[in-house]
Every structure is written in C-alpha cells, then in structure tokens.
C-alpha cells in the first residue's frame, strides 16, 4: 500500500482547496491511500479528491488519541502543559496521519498548506513528526507550480528514493 497524508490549515485559500481535491483525485488513480483527519478547510479538500471510501483513512481527534500517539505529539509540541484535552487529542489524531492506525506506518510524503509555509497549528506536529523520520513534506505555500502535471512530476522524483520502509527508531 502506498499512503501519503493531506493535511494543512483551516484557512487555506480556495485555489489551493481546489488544488488539493484535484491532487487527491490524480493520487487515488495512482493507488496511494489519503490520511487525512476531516478538519474543515484542507483535510476536506484532499478528502473530496477520493471517490471511494477504501482510498482514504480519515482519523477523528476522537477516535485516533491513544496514549501512545499524545506521546508521540507530546514530544514535538513546544507546549503540550498548555493544551486543552481536545487539542490533545487534535495532535494526537495528526501522529496518526503521519504513521498509520499501527504508529508504524508511515506516509511517503505529505503535502499541506500552512500560511506563509509556516510549521504552524495542528500541522506543525504533522510536518515535525515526517521530518523526524525523513519524509518528505511539500508545502504547497513553498513549493510553487504551473501545474498538477509539474507538481506531481517533482513528487514522484522525491519520493522514488523514499520507498516503503518501516519505521526506523530517531
């Protein structure tokens, strides 16, 4: 299985929505699974790009906050004391984006949009945690291009050398 996550701000533009939807849908034809967490804004985007249920695995801060993965955020999150449980939980659904419903599979990349290109809010810990265990993340704010055709050109040379690995202690 090949799995990228989509993810990003609330408050993305809306050309950037609908160029998120539209990468979800070239992403779906190529086999890749979205893990996406529903949050309004971005994470709706790249779930309205999948048609079928099975090409997507969407994690609720409800549902996808095991101990295990607030964890995991606790030690990316430059001020865990200060959240509330529900953001807890937020962080802890954006572990599991990154690394699979087992915390041992990870995504081949992440694409997102922050404002400004930012490691900011929810998608900070998402981008923090791919780096840490060198996934690459494409910042649709950073990362400029005329075309799906000539993003998903330089995705795919990314990631070539980023093939599917379990996960390796950092």
Partial sequence: MKYYAGVGS???P?????????????????????????AKGSDQAFEAGVKL???KEIFSSRIASSDEAKEIAASIHPAWHLCSDYAKGCHGRNVYQILGKDLNTPVSFVICWTPEGKEIGGTRTAIVLAKRHKIPVYNLALHKFNSLEEMLSQLYKMTISTSYRRLRPV
């Avoid at 190529?30 to 967490?37: A, P």
């Fill in 14 to 38: 809306k050309d950037i929505l609908d160029f998120m939807t539209q990468i979800a849908e070239h992403l779906e034809q190529k086999g890749y699974i979205l893990r996406s967490g529903h």
């Fill in 53 to 55: 249920e099975v090409n």
């Fill in 10 to 12: 609330r408050d993305a």
